[in-house]
Each structure stands twice: as C-alpha cells, then as structure tokens.
C-alpha cells in the first residue's frame, strides 16, 4: 500500500505562525510550539534475532537509557542543550531539551538477559537473541550501550 503526501504550497496556520512568530520569539510561546518528534523505528527478524534500528542522530550512547522488565523492552533519551551569547551588555541564554520514551512488548521466545544495544552514525541497534520457548523469566535488567 502506497501513500501519497502532497503540499498546497499555501497554510493557514502557517500564514498565522508566520505572523505570530515575533511575539512567540520576544515573549515565549507557553509551550504551544514545543516539537515531540519521536524516532522511527524498524524491525526485523531473523530465525536468531529480532533487530529494532531507531534513528537518532545527533545523540550519544549516554543520552538513552536502555532497559527491560518482564517482556517489555523500554528505549529513552534525554538531551539537553545550553547555547550563550553574548552581545554588549546582555547575555542571551537558550535552552533545548528533548525527550522521549518508546516501549516494544516482545515475544517469549526473546533470551532478556542477553539483549544488547549498540549506537553507532545515529542509529540505536538493539538485537533480542531468540531461544526456544520456555519458562517465564520476570526479572529487570538496564541495558548498557556500546
């Protein structure tokens, strides 16, 4: 199934951002602007593994937190970033933070204790080794990043 995405080339929401934008700029937007953008995400499988590739450029492998518990696998990342400058007398400060979190249930065929992760040209790769089925194992590990 294909989907078709096209652009008028005229908004007007954006004509009204547009115009906006100084007040939003000079007094703040009260949060009305902030972007929550979450990272795409593949996956795939192998008779091995399952393989989840999130896109994440920009990042460092200490900006996520990988972690499991039971069967359900968490991804989270937290960046904040401080510019200054400095003009005459003022000093203007500007702050960016971003963050998100996005859980993956997974099937009981998944070895918990030997899931792996892996950050590398933006990518997060984290591989989940397949086993044959058996018993429950509920407990909770943190992931560490290579």
Request: proline content about 5%.
């Amino acid at each position: 199934m294909a989907t078709n995405v096209s652009n008028a080339g005229f908004s007007t929401p954006a004509l009204f951002n547009d115009f906006f934008r100084p007040w939003s700029e000079w007094f703040g937007d009260g949060g009305h602007n902030t972007r929550s953008d979450m990272p795409a995400v593949n996956v795939s499988e192998t008779d091995k593994e399952y393989r989840l590739s999130l896109a994440a450029p920009g990042l460092s492998k200490e900006d996520f937190q990988v972690n499991v518990e039971g069967k359900l696998l968490t991804i989270r990342s937290e960046k904040e970033e401080r510019h200054a400058e400095e003009k005459e007398r003022y000093t203007r400060k500007e702050y960016s933070f971003s963050s998100f979190s996005r859980s993956f249930s997974f099937p009981e065929d998944v070895q918990a204790d030997k899931i792996s992760a892996v950050y590398k040209d933006g990518i997060l790769r984290v591989e989940l080794p397949r086993k044959a089925l058996a018993g429950p194992g509920n407990g909770a590990k943190k992931i560490s990043i290579q």
